[in-house]
């Protein structure tokens, strides 16, 4: 049997700088980047996911950006499998593969494979989501959090989808957190040399909200208009953090200044489930700043 494929993991909480670090890495190395982050897939949301700019994609090859519509549905064996395709072409033009992104559970399937877990059940589906919609999301994130409480606090309290597929998996008999944890110990599919950006936690901060800001002035009101215009009352409800209060801006539902300040404790909330799942992850090596790429470099290569 071959020996499995070398590849360099870069990861950590949005805002650490992942991107900038990886594309000076790829340079160095004679890397191409595979963006491992869920927000990233979807065409024409750019600013609220912070994609690498024209000049970094024009600086290293970037694969797996752009590659699904707002809304379509997406899973972990789906990126999985286009990973994989990514890094074996990579592979085979002799260059290195950098998988880049703050998504653990893409991470986990593309590092150990995806989770064993039960099939969807249509039923069951129906009778959460309309408990939901006659009592609230919040209440079925509550009933997720007695009986899976690290589920709980992995998922957002508004995100439906996930909620109910972690209670779907629990109602099997184990939860999924036990599942997750089971799998961590599954063997390895790539050689992995595993970055993480260990930023203070008020530097983080600070970066997270400047940076959600930016993203205000810099854009993402005009991309939320776009999602309005193109789907009207039926804006997608699944969307990257950010984009659900930006439509709220644009329908004049919610203020300017109150979207700035939801979305900067969402991303600080996303930002720490980030870490506490890199905390759990093995081999994980941790990088404070400021970078010394070449050394990173030559620890990469030695790898």
Do not use: C
């Not at 998988?99 to 039923?123: C, E, I, K």
């Not at 919040?138 to 309290?157: F, G, K, M, Y």
């Not at 109602?171 to 036990?178: E, K, L, P």
């Not at 900067?264 to 870490?275: D, N």
């Amino acid at each position: 049997m071959a020996a499995p494929a070398r590849i360099v993991v870069v990861a950590g909480p949005t805002a650490s700088g992942k991107t900038a670090l990886a594309v000076a890495l790829a340079r160095k190395i004679g890397g191409e980047v595979v963006s491992a982050d869920s927000q990233q897939l979807y065409r024409g949301l750019d600013v609220g996911t912070a994609k690498p700019t024209p000049e970094e994609r024009g600086a290293v090859p970037h694969h797996l950006l752009d590659v699904a519509e707002p809304g379509e549905g997406w899973d972990a064996a789906r990126f999985v499998r286009l990973a994989d395709e990514a890094i074996a072409g990579i592979v085979a033009r002799g260059r290195v593969p950098l998988v880049v992104g703050g998504t653990g559970l893409y991470l986990r399937a593309l590092l150990h494979g995806v989770v064993d877990a039960p099939g969807r059940d249509a039923a069951l589906r129906a009778r959460l989501e309309a408990e939901a919609l006659e009592s609230g999301r919040p209440a079925l994130h509550a009933r997720l959090a007695s009986v899976d409480p690290e589920a709980a606090a992995r998922i957002r309290p508004n995100d439906l989808v996930r909620i109910v597929r972690a209670l779907e998996i629990a109602a099997s008999g184990r939860t999924q957190s036990d599942r997750f944890r089971e799998h961590g110990f599954a063997p390895d599919r790539y050689a992995a040399r595993i970055l993480a950006l260990d930023l203070p936690r008020e530097e983080l901060k600070r970066r997270i909200d400047a940076r959600v800001v930016a993203m205000f002035d810099g854009g993402l009101l005009e991309e939320a208009r776009a999602l309005v215009d193109r789907f009207e009352a039926q804006v997608p409800e699944k969307l990257p953090i950010g984009y659900a209060a930006a439509v709220a801006v644009v329908r004049g539902e919610l203020s300017r200044a109150d979207a700035v300040r939801r979305v900067q404790v969402e991303t600080r909330r996303y930002a720490r489930r980030q870490v506490t799942w890199l905390r759990g992850e093995r081999g994980v090596e941790w990088i404070a700043p400021p970078w010394d790429f070449d050394d990173l470099a030559r620890r990469v290569n030695g790898a």
